[in-house]
């Protein structure tokens, strides 16, 4: 079974930089990380799609509100995927979950980690 583990979340003041990784293992399949995913959930709104990187064509998208600040990157020898996020917000409050996706886009998540959380102060 596919096992994703967060790390890097922290509290740090608007303006800061925070470095999330993501371990993944359980999956003998050379196709299981392809695609893989950063989503995010802030207190009383819905889950939602930050960044996602797409290994077949080398490719990688963001949402409009992280763009410019956050880049997603994944080391595939060591299966860890990363988001390093700079110049922080308190609007990027929330618990941060890598995934593996189905499909190159974030709309195919298959696998969750349990998530790790990030709190900006103004």
């Known amino acids: 079974q596919v096992d994703l583990v967060e790390s890097g979340g922290g509290s740090v003041q608007a303006g800061g930089s925070l470095r999330l990784s993501c371990v993944a293992s359980g999956s003998t399949s050379n196709t299981t990380f392809m695609f893989m995913g950063w989503f995010r959930q802030a207190p009383g709104k819905e889950r939602e799609g930050i960044a996602r990187?797409?290994?077949?064509?080398?490719?990688?998208n963001y949402r409009d509100s992280v763009k410019g600040r956050f880049t997603i990157s994944q080391d595939n020898a060591s299966n860890t995927l990363y988001l390093q996020m700079n110049n922080l917000k308190p609007e990027d409050t929330a618990l941060y979950y890598c995934a593996t996706l189905s499909k190159c886009g974030l709309r195919f998540p298959a696998h969750w980690g349990r998530g790790t959380q990030v709190t900006v102060s103004s």
């Open positions: 990187i797409c290994h077949d064509v080398y490719s990688t």
